[in-house]
Nanobody
Framework: QVQLVESGGGLVQPGGSLRLSCAAS????????LSWYRQASGKRRELVTT???????SYADSVKGRFTISRDNAKNTVNLQMNNLGPEDTAVYYC???????????????WGQGTQVTVSS
């Protein structure tokens, strides 16, 4: 069983920065996909950014140039650096992972519980 735990959320002023972290615990053979989603109040959950095992990354148009996804392979952690934040970025941010777990080669999907990011003056 794998668990994802997000951290780093909080209150930040417009133009400020936050770094979110998502730590994966449990037995993991490999990580196929890591993503960050967010869901603002009253809106649908949207994909923010994705990293794949091939090393490629993608970003939603709304965050390109401001957000960066990165990995710490040794700790099975994925980070989201968020710069130049605005009120439109206020949401609960969720970590999502697709992993391969031993001893089988099957892939499993996991969601974190989310961390609140509030951008307000």
């Amino acid at each position: 069983q794998v668990q994802l735990v997000e951290s780093g959320g909080g209150l930040v002023q417009p133009g400020g920065s936050l770094r979110l972290s998502c730590a994966a615990s449990g037995s993991i053979s490999s990580i196929n996909t890591l993503s960050w989603y967010r869901q603002a109040s009253g809106k649908r959950r949207e994909l923010v950014t994705t990293w794949t095992s091939g090393g490629s990354t993608s970003y939603a148009d709304s965050v390109k140039g401001r957000f960066t996804i990165s990995r710490d392979n040794a700790k099975n952690t994925v980070n989201l650096q968020m710069n130049n934040l605005g009120p439109e970025d206020t949401a609960v941010y969720y970590c999502y992972a697709v992993v391969t777990e031993p001893p089988s080669s099957r892939m499993y999907q996991y969601w974190g519980q989310g961390t609140q990011v509030t951008v307000s003056s």
